[in-house]
């Protein structure tokens, strides 16, 4: 009689715990979402707004071509920055280099391309020493210019 007794108990005894167990699992599941003050922010884009010039495939590939330009020479182009809230400017080409500041919609620039650096979704242009931009943001066979160039 004392076998059935501690048995029945046992049995009773796991069955709280099953239940106990799998109603863990459950309250776990049901977290709040994430606090977005807390959330990681995404990286922004270089041009800060709407007014980039969208390109197609062909319009990528001229953009791209710049890449393979001869670089024994400057080729300093003027240009006009796009972007209506601004460009950013940093002190590299990329995205890890500190940004020092960032240029209004309007600007004239002027940036050599024989500098010209594909990095972190972008191809940075030099400006004059320590100061970069990104002229063009790339895309999937697609891409967008964040500077009007007149002379190139």
Known sequence: MQVGVKLGAGLAAAALAGGMLSGGAVAAAEQ??????TAQPQQEEEG??????????EGAAKALERLGQNRLRS????GQVLPANGLNVRTGP???YRKVG?????????????????RDGYLWV???????IADYK???????WYVKYYNC
């Open 32 to 37: 709040p979402p994430p606090n977005p003050e």
């Open 48 to 57: 800060h707004g709407p007014g980039a010039i969208v390109v197609g495939p």
């Open 75 to 78: 080729r300093w182009c003027r």
């Open 94 to 96: 990329g995205l890890g």
């Open 102 to 118: 960032a240029l209004a919609h309007g600007t004239r620039v002027s940036t050599d391309w024989d500098t010209i650096e594909r």
């Open 126 to 132: 030099r400006m004059k020493p320590y100061r970069w």
């Open 138 to 144: 790339t895309g999937h066979g697609n891409g967008k």
